[in-house]
């Protein structure tokens, strides 16, 4: 059971570059979402989707779009990198009842020079 | 001001001693409260949750929920090496959670 899957793990970005962060849960969730963490500043919600077919912004969406492929897959794409960008980016998947709980993936680490 | 803030840290004991990790919120909506637990380059895992006020217990770990006080804590008992880590506290309501910024804790030897 490989619970929450996130690739790639390291990347290296030049400004104004392009990417897209993929996410895959296997625990049949509705709930997913994308958090970016920096040092004295918490996680910090980017997009969430509730469930399949749906999107919502979260506390710092400015810069990113997300796309919920599938219930498996919740994929965010940096249309132009910044540097502000530069962070630990965490995928997760929230399990209904059992205190919604939220299962994180292994973080992807992005530099953007 | 943020809806949940955490006791800053970092914080370094000694292996065996009682640790005491502390949150407050602002929201009197939140009724799940959690603890993550974060080692150096991984992402969270949940540790414990609790519904409403009261204590939980689990092992060396009690999670206490204060509603009237808007306070939550963590009490790890017997603190071992392993314990080295961030710990995140966390609160859930409306599809959501928020989390706080993260307390650092080093067990030493």
């Known amino acids: 059971n490989a619970g929450v899957t996130q690739t790639p793990k390291f990347q290296v970005l030049k400004t104004g570059q392009s990417m897209t962060l993929q996410c895959a849960q296997d625990?049949?969730?509705?709930?997913m979402y994308w958090y970016r963490q920096d040092p004295g500043m918490g996680l910090r919600l980017i997009y969430y989707?509730?469930?399949?077919?749906?999107?919502d912004k979260g506390e710092v969406p400015n810069g990113y779009n997300v796309s919920r492929l599938n219930k498996r897959e919740f994929s965010l794409r940096l249309e132009s990198a910044a540097p502000s960008q530069t962070s630990v980016y965490f995928c997760a998947s929230r399990e209904m009842g059992s205190g919604n709980t939220i299962y994180f993936g292994e973080g992807s680490w992005l530099t953007v020079v | 001001q943020k809806e949940v803030e955490q006791d800053p840290g970092p914080l370094s004991v000694p292996e065996g001693a009682i640790v005491s990790l502390n949150c407050t919120y602002s929201?009197?909506?939140?009724?799940?409260f959690m603890w993550y637990r974060q080692y150096s380059r991984k992402g969270p895992e949940l540790l414990m949750y609790?519904?409403?006020?009261g204590n939980k217990e689990d092992g060396r770990f009690t999670a206490q929920v204060d509603k009237s006080s808007k306070y939550i804590s963590l009490f790890i008992r017997d603190s071992q090496p392993s314990d080295s880590a961030t710990y995140l506290c966390a609160t859930f309501n409306a599809g959501k959670s928020t989390f706080g910024d993260g307390t650092t804790l080093t067990v030493k030897p």
């Open positions: 989707s509730a469930s399949e077919g749906t999107t």
């Open positions: 609790t519904y409403s006020s």
């Open positions: 625990m049949n969730h509705n709930s």
């Open positions: 929201n009197s909506a939140f009724q799940y």
